[in-house]
């Protein structure tokens, strides 16, 4: 799956379906796509009901789909090497789900569905994605949101963008088993091209705002480190299970409702230091959304790298979720000039951004290659993060 400019999913609709058809026998009913993401700021916020601010990548996963009447659902990705997936629509249990390997995540949302309340009487899929599966830009959510999006309009089940996130978020937490929030979910179902989507987590409200970096001369670049380290499936579960604790401590539903002015006194109330480490992130990770938002309404741009370096900080030192190679990323982006950076997502590996003068890119991109060569790390995958449009039918 290349990473850099992929083709746009309009031009692989036809190939997607062609193959559905040599596999399945027949034309598929129809063709979506979902795409990846990378958050701009607001980082382990989305499981405490706080702000996020992801934008769509060009990266993409399509699917051709169509119905089936007899409780089937078959489902075949070109990216696996494996062959056709079937599966019984009944039968599907949440505790069976991890053991499903990829299937997981397209079965998952019809299992989501039905528990919803809706009649899924089956389905054929088949699926060629150009998200990077494991490098932090959520090729899962796309997969999710693809499959969630195809079987609500094949269905005609009148779910919203918003009420389809929720379903791949149930899938992806109840059926494979990963407690993440809804941020992916929303930013592949929700976004629009040259824009980021301001998100509420609480109630899922959505704020558009135009990002159009190119007209100010400015470039935000993706470094993927193509490093995953497996510390991060269980610390992820823990940070959540610290910011929780915070809440507990606090006397607060969430620590969305602990304010940034109040900050100090809160942590003054908590001994835990983990605990008061976690707080302090989500409370001013959330105040960071907050000025980042602040400076792009007053056509401020650039004043955001500043606040994206200290939401690295904030994950690396308290958090405690960056490595070696997103910190090398960050580090040396900067030293070489660039506005700010930051690791995106859960961290561990994946993937870093950088905010740079649209003239610098090349020197950046090329001190963070040298800094990864001298240090003997694998070349990490460096393209441009375009603002794309969220999920949509094809054909
Ligand atoms: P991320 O979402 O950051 O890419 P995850 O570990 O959450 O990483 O999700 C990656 C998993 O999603 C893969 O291991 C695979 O099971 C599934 N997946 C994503 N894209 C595809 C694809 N094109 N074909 C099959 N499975 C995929
Ligand atoms: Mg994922």
Sequence with gaps: MPADAPAPPEERARAVAEGFTRLYGAEPEGVWAAPGRVNLIGEY??????FVMPLALPHTAVAAVSRRTDGRLRVH???TGEGVVTLEVAELRPERG????????????VWALREAGHEITGADLHLASTVPTGAGL???AALETVVALALNELYGLGRSRPELARIGQRAENAFVGVPCGVMDQMASACAAEGHLLHLDTRNLSLRQVPFDLAARGLALLVVDTR?????GDGAYAERRAGCEAGARA????????VEYARLPEALDRLDDPTVRACVRHVVSDNERVRRTIALLDAGDARAVGPVLTEGHASLRDDLRVSCPELDLVVATAVEAGALGARMTGGGFGGSAIVLVEAGDTAAVTKAVEDAFATAGHTAPRVFPAVPSAGARRLE
């Design 45 to 50: 916020t989305d499981f405490n009901d706080g």
């Design 250 to 257: 606090l006397g607060v539903n969430t620590l969305r409702e």
């Design 227 to 231: 490093v995953k380290h497996a510390l």
């Design 98 to 109: 991890g053991a499903g390997g990829w299937a997981a995540y397209p079965a998952g949302v």
């Design 77 to 79: 990705s070109a990216d």
């Design 138 to 140: 959520s090729s899962s």
